[in-house]
């Protein structure tokens, strides 16, 4: 049975006061550490080996790099902090969700990850099965990033990310629904090969000895359970209240918001509900597969001078490509970017376009500021559609993400989405989240709107400017919402000729 969370009366080393929350994210590992007020003393960061496509729509990641950059990150932010380790009361870890991995007894992996960018993520259980049997049959337990880490650092086999069982990760929460024999053939997954569920804000463990020499941190120090990445981000940014969105700049964009009478379900898959990061309440995410992943795509692909501009000064590409997109006005002159690079259930069909070129009027920076604002057009629809059905109006948008760093995209997403938009504090809300929760699990505060209080506040407020809405309105309304119904039997041949179809079940 589950183990239901006890945050009230725990005390853990009351005298120290330092937090770390580590993200495992997918494109890099992240670790921060806060104090009593929610200031980050120090982080550190490590990226990722690029993920590998080894056919067409697969995404796997290397295993051993995922663990040696996990590792990387704490002992980069331990490097930074000014004060003995000892002070460190609790860890809060989360990371990617979704992804799939089969390790041994001992926890050694079997193959490459099976990650959630993957065509096969919602079939993963069934093509192992079926492709993989040797290593179904090997495999001690399959898991999540978070599991599996779980394991690195405790030597237990427990998970945490899809607590309770819910959306479309509940292949990986099985075992807390009932013991029927047809649900686990469907998946393909046998009870016994998946992890326990724990809810967010238990401790997992003590630190064992060889992880506390891998990361550098104290043998012993508690490992507390946090929610999947989404929900610690929209922890980390403050949102745990009904009628408050979180919508995430990152490499999937997301729009997520929580919900604490029922368990909501959408009819035709447009957005799911997870267990929140807060016991007692569901968060409700939906979004875009693909969101400032198409951001990279388009600097690594058309701003090489861009970042070599930015080496010579010292900052990113993205804010080369910012400062040149600031001279074209809002809505880009006629150029607009269908953000689908990857189809959703809503527009099964769907394929990534940029549409509106006339002339030679149009530039990169014209290309740069439709991408910007055609994710914010698709996340508006998710937003809308979330906020229609769990009938909660949108009173409070907080944006994070590496991608809040923008301003022309936050004030696009305050034009475009007709409401003021707060930026998150700082960009590793997820790390921050997971912080938060070991600050709650380890008792230091009674309760999450207590910690946040403490530990959260937000940046820059930007409010919807009346001229740009009515714009961004029209484009909407009259443009973006047409492409799909008027254009789907050219998509659907288009996937037929490539035969590359994304299914509404899959995505």
Known sequence: MPIKPNIENRRINMSNKYFM???????????????????????????????????????????????????????????????PKSEIVAVGLTGQRGTSILIDKNGHELRPFITWQ???????????????PENVEK??????????????????????????PAGPMAVYALQAWPDDPKVYDEYGLPREKLMDLIPPVTIHGPLTKKAAEATGLPEGIPIFAAAGDKQEEALG????????????????????????D??????????????????????????????????????????????????????????????????????????????????????????????????????????FRAILEGICYGLRGSMEVISSDVRQPIKKVVIGGGGSKSKIGMQAAADIFGVSCQKAHISETCALGAAITAAVGS???????????????????????????????????????????????????????TNNIVSATKF
């Open 237 to 260: 940014a403050g949102v745990i209240s009904s009628g408050e969105f979180y919508v995430t700049f990152g490499t999937a964009g997301t729009v997520l918001t929580s919900v604490y």
């Open 21 to 83: 929350g580590i993200d495992s994210g997918t494109q890099s590992c992240r670790a921060i550490i806060i104090d009593m007020e929610g200031n980050i003393v120090c982080q550190g960061s490590a990226v990722n080996e690029p993920v590998a496509v080894l056919q067409l729509g697969w995404a796997e990641q290397n295993p051993e790099d995922n663990w040696n950059k996990f590792c990387q990150a704490v002992q980069n932010a331990l490097a930074k902090f000014p004060h």
């Open 118 to 132: 993957d065509k096969r993520f919602f079939e993963v259980g069934q093509w192992l099965k079926n492709n993989e």
């Open 443 to 497: 008792g230091n505060f009674k309760s999450f709107p207590e910690a946040v209080s403490h530990l959260n506040r937000n940046a820059v407020t930007y409010d919807p400017i009346p001229e740009n809405v009515k714009l961004y309105n029209e484009y909407y309304e009259k443009v973006f919402t047409q492409i799909y119904p008027s254009l789907e039997k050219v998509f659907t041949d288009l996937n037929g000729l």
């Open 262 to 367: 029922k368990y909501p379900m959408s009819k035709d898959a447009s957005y799911f509900a997870f267990g929140s990061a807060a016991p007692g309440a569901f968060s409700v995410e939906g979004g875009l597969f693909r969101s400032h992943w198409i951001v990279t795509w388009f600097k690594e692909e058309f701003g090489r001078d861009a970042i070599e501009e930015g080496k010579r000064r010292g900052i990113s590409a993205e804010e080369v490509l910012n400062e040149e997109a600031e001279k074209v006005p809002p809505g880009s002159e006629g150029l607009i970017v269908f953000p689908f690079w990857d189809a959703r259930p809503w527009y099964p069909q769907a394929k990534g376009m940029i549409m509106g070129f006339h002339g030679s009027d149009h530039t990169r920076a014209h290309v």
């Open 139 to 164: 495999a001690y337990k399959i898991t999540s990033v978070q599991g599996w880490l779980v394991q690195k650092l405790t030597g237990l086999f427990q998970d945490c990310s899809v607590y309770p």
